[in-house]
C-alpha cells in the first residue's frame, strides 16, 4: 500500500520528521572501525543477490514517544524515508534490503520509521496515506456496508473514538472514526478511489504539484478490485497530484514481491535524477514511497 517525494528536511527540532533525518550516525553509535554497512557480502550492484532480509544499521529515538523509533542503514546525509501501509512495520517489503544496498552505493541511507499506526496500530491512528483505495477493496467483503452505518451512527453519537465490533475488522481493533475513514465514500483516507471527481482528486492530492513525486503502479495489485481500469486510474491520480511521474510494472502485484527488482530501481532512477541539484541542502528526502493499483 504504497507517489514518492523529495521535499527539504524541517528545521524545527521538535518535528518529528527532523528527529528522523537527525538520527544518530552510524560512526558514533558503532564507533570506528568495520561493520556499519548494510551490504551483504556477495551482492551484486543492486544487491538483489542476497535474500537475507537482514540489515545493519543504527535504531534510533527520533520522538519521545515509546513507539518512535527508527532504524537507519547507511551513514549519508540523503536518506530514503519508508512508510509502508496498514499492517506494516520494519522490514515491511521484500525489496527494502536490495534498495538499503542500492541506496548506499548512491551515497544515500535509508530509514524506516515505527509510526503509532505501524503493524496494528492503524485502528487506532491514522497513517495519512494509502495509495491503494481501501475504499473500494472493503466494499467487496459483506459486512462493510452494515459496519459503514453502525460506524456513521457511532461518530454522530459522539462515540468516534469508541472500538468497532470485532467483526468489523478482525485483525486488529479499530475505532468507529477510523473505520469510516477507511471505508466510507469520501472519508478522511478516501484519496485514491477511482470513482472520485477530477475535482475531487484534486483538493486531496493537490498540495503535492509542487513536490517531485513518482507514482509506482503495480498492474496485478490483489487488493484493486477486477472492475477498476487501473491504468486509467492512475494516470487520473498522476495528473491529480500535479503531473507525477509514472512507472506502471505489469504483472506486479501489492508488495511488488514478485518484481523486486524492477521496484528498486524504479525508485533509484527518481532519487538519482530529483536528488540534491543546484540547491544546497543538508538532508533531502524521499518520502512515502508507495505502491498503487
Known sequence: MNPSATVP????????????VGGRSLKSAAGSGSGTSSIPA???????????????????????????????TGDFNQQVIFIGGLTDGLLATEYLEPLSIALENEKWSLVQPLLSSSYVG????????????????????????????LAAKMISEGRGMELMPREANPDAPITAYRYHSLCAYMGDDDMF????????LRLRLGHMSSTPCQVISSLADEYVPDYIDKKALVER??????????????????SLSNRVHEAVQAI?????????????????ILRNQFFMD
Not at 9 to 20: F, H, K, P, R, V
Not at 51 to 72: D, W
Not at 237 to 253: M, P, R, S, Y
Request: charged share 20%; glycine share 12%.
Open 193 to 200: 478511489s477511482s470513482d472520485l471527481s477530477e475535482d475531487q
Open 268 to 284: 533509484l532512477d527518481f532519487v538519482k535524477r530529483e536528488g540534491p541539484k543546484g540547491v544546497q541542502l543538508n538532508n533531502q
Open 122 to 149: 492503524y485502528g487506532t491512528s491514522s497513517l495519512e496515506q494509502a495509495p491503494v483505495s481501501d475504499r473500494e477493496y472493503r466494499a467487496t467483503l459483506p459486512e462493510t456496508a452494515a459496519m459503514i452505518d
Open 9 to 20: 528536511a524541517s528545521s524545527s527540532s521538535s518535528s518529528w520528521l527532523a528527529g528522523l
Open 237 to 254: 491520480l498522476c495528473q491529480a497530484l500535479g503531473g507525477a511521474e509514472k512507472v506502471e510494472i505489469q504483472w506486479g502485484n501489492h
Open 42 to 72: 556477495g551482492s551484486d550492484g543492486l544487491g538483489l543477490g542476497s535474500r537475507k532480509n537482514q540489515l545493519r544499521g543504527v535504531l534510533f529515538k527520533y520522538g519521545p514517544k515509546p513507539v518512535q523509533v527508527a532504524f537507519k
